[in-house]
C-alpha cells in the first residue's frame, strides 16, 4: 500500500496558516487608507516609527532563539527541559531588559535632538529669515550662504 505523500493533518495546517496569513494581509491593506485618514501623516508616522522600534527590539531579543531553542529543547533529555527551556526564558528577558535600556536611551536623545531643531526653527522664525535669504543662488548658479547684497 502507497503511503500519502502528505498526512492529511499536515495539509490542513498548511491551508491554515497560508489562509490566516492571507487574511492578515487583507486586513492590513484595508485599514491602512484608514488609519492614515484617521491619524493623519504626521500622527501614522509616530506609528510607524514604534513599529519600528518594536521590531528592533524584537529581533534583539530574539537573538536567533527562535532557530536554535527548539532543537536544543527538543535534543534534551526528559528531566532537562526545564532546564533548558528556563535557560533560554531568563536570557531572553535579560536581552529584554538590555534592548528596554538602549531604545529608552536612544529615544531619549532623540528627542533632545528634535527639541534642538525645533528651537532652531523658531529662532529662525523670530528673525524673519527664509530659504532664499540663508541660501542665494545668485545669477551665475553660484550657492551662497546670506543675502550679502542688502
Known amino acids: 500500500m ?6 492529511k493533518k499536515l495539509l490542513e495546517n498548511i491551508v491554515a496558516l497560508f489562509s490566516l496569513k492571507g487574511i492578515e494581509y487583507i486586513i ?22 514604534a513599529q519600528s522600534l518594536i521590531a528592533y527590539g524584537n529581533i534583539m ?4 532563539f527562535n532557530i536554535t531553542a527548539p532543537k536544543d529543547v527538543a535534543r534534551a ?15 531572553k528577558i535579560v536581552l529584554l531588559i538590555i534592548t528596554l535600556i538602549i531604545i529608552t536611551f536612544l529615544l ?8 534642538e531643531i525645533k528651537e532652531m526653527f523658531q529662532y529662525s522664525e523670530n528673525y524673519n529669515y ?21
Open 28 to 49: 492590513s491593506f484595508i485599514t491602512l487608507p484608514y488609519l492614515l485618514h484617521v491619524l493623519g501623516p504626521s500622527r501614522y508616522g509616530a506609528v510607524v516609527f
Open 77 to 91: 533529555e526528559k528531566s532537562q527541559i526545564r532546564v533548558e527551556f528556563s535557560s533560554i526564558f531568563i536570557a
Open 2 to 7: 502507497k503511503k500519502p505523500l502528505m498526512n
Open 130 to 150: 527664509d530659504l532664499n535669504e540663508i541660501l542665494n543662488i545668485n545669477e551665475e548658479n553660484n550657492l551662497t550662504l546670506f543675502n550679502n547684497n542688502r
Open 61 to 64: 531579543v530574539d537573538y536567533g
Open 108 to 115: 531619549i536623545i532623540l528627542d533632545r535632538i528634535l527639541r
